[in-house]
């Protein structure tokens, strides 16, 4: 049988520590109901706990609402152990797969979806006609599959993001492939499914996008995991209709290295983490101005109970920004945690410590929805296959 196992970032699943790795619209009343009252503690718990085929298993994009019912992916599991699409009820946690991928359909997804006219989009590490990765959509009213693209190689390989609908046509990266085999960034239409290349990655402009782009003000801007002057991974800028790419930042040890994020376009600054680097090794939070490239170290991680190795991207609600991280500490006594950061002072306060029972290891961007945080914990919980969590601040 072939394996879909993407290369690098799994080894065996009940091994620990695993691998060291929507946006949602705040409004007024979220905003109250996120703001903690005084003296009150955070709470977490399992919202729902996956328990590996024919069920869902190992959980990893980013939840997205879309009228009241929260769509994710998981990375095993399914009929086929190749990973499902799900969908879960924030109310009752009531889940059900709505597809289980096969292998020429895709496999593995990583990435969160996008929602459009009745539709599901998203990406797949592996699989396809290559087993080097598709974009796929999902009908929602039959539950049919189409393969929008199979990657070859040459337009890049394991597509590892989530991807952004801007202006009639789909924009992503894959994390791998394409002319110099640093990964490569591309385009799709919506209505025709025709693909685009748009830029491959070389290295000192960046190498290995790990995850999706932002758009703002007519560009698109981005992450590499690595590449750049130092090596350390980069932020970068890109003109949607030419490819023409622009490296911002790139990384040194100091302020932080590894950055796997979606930036978050807040206040005039993109926020972002990265997993690594710091005066602590631990990870940081920055920012970066998207005029000047000029950046600054919001918060580095310790290790301690601040949390370490943050991999997700942030989201902002209220004034305040939520992330989280994939360990507690150095030591991995504690598998991740969820935080809160105010960006005006760059105080960071820890919510809650994940743990074996509600799910560990959070590994994608929050999801703010009726005054909670909702994410998925990508391994534990009661089958431990990994769950969805919710956090009441």
Sequence with gaps: MVSYWPHKHITK????????????????????CLAPAAGQASTIKALYSFAGSPDGAYPRGDLIDQSGTFYGTTLLGGANSMGTVFEIN????????????????????????????????????????????????????????????????TDGQNPFGRLLY????????????????DGTAFAIVAKTGKFRLL??????????????????????????????????GTVFSMVPKTGAETVLHSFSESEGAAPMCELLSYGGLLYGTTQQGGTAGGGTVFTVDPTSGATTVVHAFTGGTDGDQ??????????LLYGTTDYGDHNGSAMGTVFSLDP????????VSLSPKVGEQPLARLLSYSGKLYGPGWQDGASSQGTVFVVTP
């Design 166 to 181: 801007q202006a009639g046509g789909f924009y992503g990266t894959a994390e791998a492939g394409g002319a110099n085999g």
């Design 13 to 32: 699943m009940e091994d620990a520590p695993m691998f060291a790795r929507s946006l949602a619209v705040a409004t007024i009343a979220l905003a109250a």
């Design 199 to 232: 830029h491959s990655f070389a290295g000192t402009d960046g190498q290995g996008p790990e995850h999706g782009l932002i758009y703002l003000n007519g560009l698109l801007y981005g992450t590499t995991y690595a590449g750049g002057a130092h090596g350390g």
């Design 310 to 319: 943050p991999e997700a991207g942030l989201i902002a609600v209220g004034g």
């Design 344 to 351: 005006a002072s760059g105080n960071l306060t820890t919510l």
């Design 90 to 153: 924030p109310a009752t946690g009531a889940e059900t797969v709505l597809y289980s991928f096969s292998g020429p359909d895709g496999a593995t997804p990583y990435a969160g979806l996008v929602y459009l006219a009745g539709a599901l989009y998203g990406t797949t590490y592996a699989g396809g006609a290559m087993n080097l990765g598709t974009v796929f959509k999902l009908v929602l009213a039959t539950g049919a599959e189409t393969v929008v693209h199979s990657f070859d190689g």
